[in-house]
């Protein structure tokens, strides 16, 4: 019986690791965007950093901190649901 227990956390796990609230938000937020490429001006200099990630950091630079600081707070309750 434990080892069915052990199996299903890990199911459990492993799917809601794999839900991307960063990409959740860009899908509602910016529709229209393409989320997986964020370009940003780097203080100080002309250049232009392109980050490729898809986080809250990027959701925060296109949509706001508001929407950033949303990504990361589901990201910490997904977190803290798989511990429980």
């Known amino acids: 019986m434990n080892l069915l227990i052990a199996f299903a ?10 839900f991307s ?3 959740l938000i860009g899908r509602i937020a910016l529709p229209q965007q ?4 964020t370009e940003f001006a780097v ?3 002309d250049e232009k950093m ?8 990027s959701i925060s630079l296109r ?11 589901l ?3 997904k977190v803290t649901w ?3």
Request: aromatic letters at 2%; charged letters at 10%.
């Open 21 to 23: 609230a960063a990409r």
């Open 82 to 84: 798989v511990h429980l």
């Open 75 to 77: 990201d910490m309750l």
């Open 63 to 73: 949509a706001g901190p508001r929407l950033g600081c949303l990504t990361t707070v």
């Open 9 to 18: 956390a890990a199911v459990v796990g492993y799917l809601l690791g794999s």
């Open 34 to 37: 393409d989320i997986t490429k």
């Open 43 to 45: 203080p100080g200099t």
């Open 50 to 57: 392109v980050m490729n990630a898809v986080s809250a950091t």
